[in-house]
């Protein structure tokens, strides 16, 4: 079973941008991330197919969010960018193995990290 730590989280104001982490203890063909706000269900907001780079976003980050893959190890990044409140959230990491690399469903994914605070203040 995978492993997955992530990184990079921390306090932000409106407007400003953060970098998420996530390293992988083997490699993995799909990873993405997701994110739960207090009283809300988590939410994919992006994924990538390690393969192949390619991405899926949920609308609601789309031009704001970049994935990424690492180049030299088993890592994931997500490029936050013009943040506001409601991206507040624990983000985590999750990984999915299978024939095929899945979109934004909770279900298509086995393995989750701990998770890393966001908070973006006004």
């Known amino acids: 079973q995978v492993q997955l730590v992530e990184s990079g989280g921390g306090s932000v104001q409106a407007g400003g941008s953060l970098r998420l982490s996530c390293a992988a203890s083997v490699y993995v063909y799909c990873m993405a991330w997701f994110r739960q706000a207090p009283g809300k269900e988590r939410e994919g907001v992006a994924r990538i197919n390690i393969r192949t780079g390619s991405p899926i976003y949920a609308d609601s980050v789309k031009g704001r969010f970049s994935i990424s893959r690492g180049n030299t190890s088993y890592a994931m990044y997500l490029q936050m960018n013009s943040l506001n409140s409601e991206d507040t959230g624990i983000y985590y990491c999750?990984?999915?193995?299978?024939?095929?690399?899945?979109?934004?469903?909770?279900?298509?994914?086995?393995?989750w990290g701990q998770g890393t605070q966001v908070t973006v203040s006004s």
């Open positions: 999750a990984a999915a193995h299978g024939a095929f690399c899945p979109g934004l469903g909770l279900t298509d994914f086995n393995a």
